[in-house]
């Protein structure tokens, strides 16, 4: 019954005009996007490699050069793209894709594309995500809007009841008649999609996993949204009025939330400037051990305990060059302090995030946004991973050009020089990105809340259409 | 006759709750939206006053030391911490740059939540490393803010449709219209009318909403009348713009829900999608310059500068004689720094190349970028609301380049009297360089968005006619 009732709305939605232009429409949006995307992501990953063999070229083909000048020269990481990055792009276009990584500093990853973007490019791309997440909701709503009313109008809902049929497997029937269009679109997208990443060369991350756990939380989203569109249209008895409020939750969720949430996390949690940062850092960094500076307190202090330990009394006596030791020192030292610090705007950014986790009780856009980015890998806390790392591979290479100046040099001696042979000891950065296992714990609350979503849509409408009246 | 009906119309929409309605959830959101710009814009001034006081309270502690130092309150310090040493000014006393919010700020975000909003330029330092991105969690930049320009690109229109939909089918669909063209009046002048009355309405309900926001808000429009006329001009526009497009689809003659339908997808089109498809395609097929290949050129011509720095500061001195100092009896304090200024002056000059033609290729894309915008309302009005409130990309670039020569002046003001070898004076700190933020060099798009703006609604209008002419009467009556 369920499915002949399916098979009717189906027939019934592909004759209209309506259905048909807006479906071909959001198909071929969808096509041009993935195709757009695709040209994109090329092009931005042959620069990325590009730069990456650039950046190490650079590094080891710098000449003879002091370590410790060779470690203020430094390098540069560069943000990988993944493939998924195709799909949805996330907070890629705001965070910086280059990190420079040098002595004594940890520097911000710079360049955002958005910030040589114009302002147009704040009204969104037309990435697949941009389509999946806003505009087939919107086919739903268009498609559903009248499930119910149409029957009240014209009177047919009360013939079907008189008929026998139960108002569940009618609403199931319903359910399944605009599911069904929306999983024809999709799919062939999937599918599309699926054929492309795995013909990237190089596509190094891609997994067939990931993009079916991508596409099964858009389904879930989507189902949320079938659900509340048939709620609304049981609980109508005009069209039009159906339509407006379907419309009216659509923009309150999709477009009105995100905004509203940033405001109040913003209000809750905000993040200090970016020259506000920087003074806290220095005023810490100026309390402390300066590597550059041997008049310094601290630095004088340590002179003094390590001429102890030694049993030396001048630091020309030291098995080793107390400048490069020094240097390593201060270096260690300003370490913890980025360290801290960053670890207070971790906790900001922890913050803000558990605000978003909250709103996301009242949009189902939220969680969808939110476990779409992290499974496409371009979330934030995916950038936070990778500047980490970034900043661990800093330490090291500093670490390892002031241990060479230590241990191959004399005090006082800034003339010694290393080469490539150093150079080229420093292993290139690489990247491993947070496995699957560590994405899905860190958005559980994500697919808790989109979960729940579905239930309680389903519970709703289930409540909605046992008590619905036929006029 | 034609006043007639138009009065009844008007009495009939005074009763209606539609307009209460519409009234209450317009004025709550324009306030909401006001309040988060103004709090944006009160943190940025905010932080901005901070760095002044904080900037003054430094020159005068220093201005005191000085002081105390030359009229030998104090012993002499060593030379390495004499806090008169002419780079100890002006590496730990650097001026604030500042760009101030313009009046209509509060109206639109635009670049704002991307961009840092003061500098401190030290004397050394290389324009190139100066850094203005702002702190900030991405999700935020990516969802948005809940600003004016939200409220007037994405809702108001919203709300025109949702108050215009069904001027011409409802009568229909009530019976009404075939009485009222009973009577000698013209259809188009009838509906006309109609739809002119409830522009009117909505627009007085906008307009009074907005101006109510940020009266409550303490902004001070009415000194800023001119920017105020621009804004509300703009918004006019739009709105009769979305009217006008209602319009037309009544006159194709369909059903209230079918229009309703209808007019969604146009917005869909006109805000979400061309502007969406319009950004995507532009960086595809006229792609920003690559960063990362500018980095790497930088280096190189800078590593290669480097090598040369040696060589070239042996001709510094003779390609600037009026440098060359005029006590030679004394070894200068600061020839560290002298030479540390003239090395950076050839690596900078070396490198201003590779930084010239990267900016020259992102102007010129933008440029490209920027003429697309005559494709939608949405993005004019976006243009032209980011103008009024000075948080345009233009204005940050603007800003840019003033903190850069500030920059210059900075470090020109001391190496004169670095060659010379002279030390700073309490009463100095009086006449060092100040700078003061102008957006005057800016140049407005606000013109060529307005009549963008009037051009879609010639087109809207012309469409309504054609529409008009196009159907015979007897369709659009009949049923």
């Not at chain 1, 005009?17 to 695709?38: D, E, M, P, Q």
């Not at chain 1, 402390?288 to 630095?299: S, V």
């Not at chain 1, 500093?398 to 420093?426: F, H, I, P, Q, T």
Request: hydrophobic content about 45%.
């Amino acid at each position: 019954m369920t499915l002949k009732i399916a098979l009717k709305e189906l027939k019934e939605i592909v004759r209209e005009g309506r259905f048909r232009i807006t479906a071909i429409t959001l198909f071929a949006l969808l096509l041009a996007a993935l195709f757009v995307s695709k040209s994109y992501y090329t092009s931005v990953n042959a620069q990325h490699s590009e730069a990456k063999k650039n950046a190490r070229s650079e590094w080891v083909e710098q000449g003879q050069k002091n370590p410790h000048s060779a470690a203020h020269y430094g390098t540069y990481a560069f943000k990988p793209k993944y493939p998924l990055s195709l799909i949805d792009n996330g907070v890629d276009k705001y965070t910086g894709v280059s990190i420079y990584l040098e002595a004594h500093k940890r520097n911000e990853a710079q360049y955002a594309a958005a910030q040589d973007q114009t302002a147009l490019s704040r009204f969104g791309d037309l990435t697949p995500d941009f389509v999946l997440i806003f505009i087939v909701p919107l086919f739903i709503i268009l498609i559903g809007f009248n499930a119910f009313t149409r029957e009240r109008e014209s009177g047919t809902l009360r013939l079907l009841k008189s008929q026998g049929v139960s108002t569940w497997k009618l609403t199931m029937g319903k359910w399944l008649g605009i599911f069904l269009p929306v999983l024809f679109i999709v799919i062939p997208v999937y599918v599309l999609a699926a054929l492309f990443l795995a013909n990237i060369k190089d596509y190094g991350q891609f997994s067939l996993w990931a993009l079916t756990l991508l596409f099964g939380v858009y389904l879930i989203y989507y189902a949320v949204f079938i659900n509340i569109t048939l709620f609304v249209s049981s609980r109508f008895k005009k069209s039009n009025l159906a339509f407006v409020t379907l419309l009216g939750i659509w923009m309150v969720s999709c477009l009105a939330m995100p905004k509203i949430s940033t405001a109040i996390a913003d209000k809750l949690y905000p993040y200090p400037t970016q020259v506000e940062f920087e003074e806290q850092v220095a005023a810490d960094k100026k309390k402390g051990l300066d590597g550059h500076n041997p008049w310094n307190t601290e630095a004088k202090k340590l002179e003094e305990e390590t001429l102890k330990k030694y049993g030396v009394d001048s630091v020309q006596q030291l098995p080793f060059n107390w400048d490069g030791f020094l240097m390593q020192e201060g270096e260690k030292h300003t370490a913890d302090i980025y360290f801290k610090h960053y670890q207070l705007l971790k906790d900001t950014y922890v913050n803000q995030t558990n605000v978003y986790r909250s709103t996301a009780a009242l949009s189902p856009f939220l969680p969808t946004r939110f476990l779409s980015m992290a499974i496409c890998r371009t979330d934030y806390t995916s950038h936070w991973d990778f500047a980490t790392a970034a900043e661990n591979y800093r330490i090291e290479l500093v670490g390892k050009m002031n241990g060479d100046m230590a241990a191959n040099s004399k005090y006082g001696d800034w003339d010694y020089l290393a080469d490539d042979k150093l150079w080229s000891s420093v292993p290139d950065f690489q990247y491993e990105p947070a496995s699957y296992t560590t994405v899905i714990r860190q958005n559980t609350s994500n697919l808790i809340t989109l979960l729940a979503w579905l239930l309680l849509s389903f519970a709703a409408l289930y409540g909605a259409v046992t008590q619905m009246k036929t006029i | 006759m034609l006043n007639h009906t138009i009065k009844y119309e008007w009495l009939n929409l005074l009763r209606d709750r539609w307009v209460m309605i519409l009234l209450i959830l317009f004025l709550g959101i324009t306030v909401f939206a006001v309040r988060n710009g103004k709090e944006k814009v009160e943190d940025r001034m905010a932080t901005i006053t901070k760095e002044k006081e904080k900037m003054a309270k430094l020159d005068r502690r220093m201005a005191a030391e000085i002081d105390s130092l030359h009229k030998n309150l104090k012993p002499a310090p060593a030379a390495r911490q004499d806090s008169r040493a002419l780079d100890k000014i002006g590496w730990n006393a650097p001026r604030v740059v500042a760009m101030d919010a313009q009046p209509l700020a509060v109206v639109s975000t635009g670049q704002s939540d991307l961009f840092t909003h003061y500098s401190k330029p030290k004397i050394y330092g290389e324009a190139y490393t100066l850094g203005f991105s702002e702190l900030s969690n991405p999700v935020q930049l990516l969802f948005g803010s809940f600003d004016l320009a939200f409220v007037c690109i994405y809702l108001l229109p919203l709300l025109v449709l949702g108050f215009s939909y069904n001027i011409l089918s409802s009568e229909k669909e009530s019976g009404v219209l075939r009485l009222t063209l009973a009577q000698p009046i013209s259809l188009y002048q009838w509906l006309f009318g109609k739809l002119l009355l409830r522009f009117f309405i909505l627009t007085v309900i906008v307009v009074a909403s907005i101006l109510f926001s940020l009266t409550i808000f303490d902004i001070d429009w009415m000194g800023n009348m001119g920017a105020a006329m621009k804004l509300i001009l703009l918004v006019t526009v739009y709105i009769f713009f979305w009217f006008l497009i209602s319009f037309l689809i009544n006159l194709l003659g369909n059903s209230s829900g079918s229009n309703a339908v209808t007019l969604i997808a146009v917005w869909v089109v006109f805000v979400l999608l061309i502007p969406s498809i319009i950004s995507q395609t532009a960086n595809s097929f006229y792609p920003v310059p690559s960063r990362t290949i500018m980095i790497h050129e930088y280096r190189e011509a800078k590593a290669l500068a480097e090598k040369k720095a040696d060589e070239i500061l042996k001709t510094y001195y003779r390609e600037h004689p009026e440098y060359a100092p005029k006590d030679t009896t004394q070894q200068n304090q600061y020839s560290w720094w002298l030479g540390n200024f003239a090395a950076s002056d050839v690596i900078n000059q070396s490198v201003q190349p590779v930084l010239d033609d990267y900016n020259e290729a992102l102007n010129k894309q933008q440029s490209w970028v920027n003429r697309l915008r005559y494709l939608s309302p949405a993005i004019l009005l976006q243009d032209g609301l980011n103008d009024l409130a000075g948080t345009s990309p233009a204005h940050y670039t603007d800003f840019r380049n003033q903190v850069i020569a500030f920059a210059n002046t900075w470090r020109h003001y001391f190496t004169p009297r670095m060659f010379n070898n002279e030390k700073m004076r309490a009463e100095d700190f009086g006449s060092l360089p100040t700078h003061s933020y102008s957006s005057a060099q800016v140049p407005s798009h606000y013109n060529a968005d307005l009549m963008g703006l009037l051009f879609f609604l010639g087109l809207a209008l012309a469409g309504s006619l054609w529409a008009y002419r196009r159907n015979s009467f007897e369709r659009i009556v009949s049923m």
